[in-house]
């Protein structure tokens, strides 16, 4: 129904920025929910932030993050500024609407001390 392509991953050291993107196509609802995920070896997924379709934003830790969201474009960012080396992981993005959720491949964060 749903397809969620991230990009923007990369490489950067310690104390850089990055701005990640996930474009989604397919089957959109009006009402919807798109976030970021992260994940490691070993390691639970976890919430790093989510927005909804109406711009309300939630934040696992919102001191170094900024989500948005273009809705007429199908696409949701991430700004993530003064990056740490424990912030490595794989990134995926995430829709929840009515019938679900879908996720993206994800996209490798790699922060370098």
């Known amino acids: 129904q749903v397809q969620l392509v991230e990009s923007g991953g990369g490489l950067v050291q310690a104390g850089g920025s990055l701005k990640l993107s996930c474009a989604a196509s397919?089957?959109?609802?009006?009402?919807?929910?798109m976030g970021w995920y992260r994940q490691t070896p070993g390691k639970q997924r976890e919430l790093v932030a989510t927005?909804?379709?109406?711009?309300t934003t939630n934040y696992a830790d919102s001191s170094r993050l900024t989500i948005s969201r273009d809705n007429a474009k199908n696409t949701v960012y991430l700004q993530m500024d003064s990056l740490k080396p424990e912030d490595t992981a794989v990134y995926s993005c995430?829709?929840?609407?009515?019938?679900?959720?879908?996720w993206g491949q994800g996209t490798q964060v790699t922060v370098s001390s």
């Open positions: 397919g089957s959109i609802f009006s009402i919807s929910v």
């Open positions: 927005i909804t379709s109406g711009g």
């Open positions: 995430s829709l929840r609407d009515r019938r679900g959720i879908y």
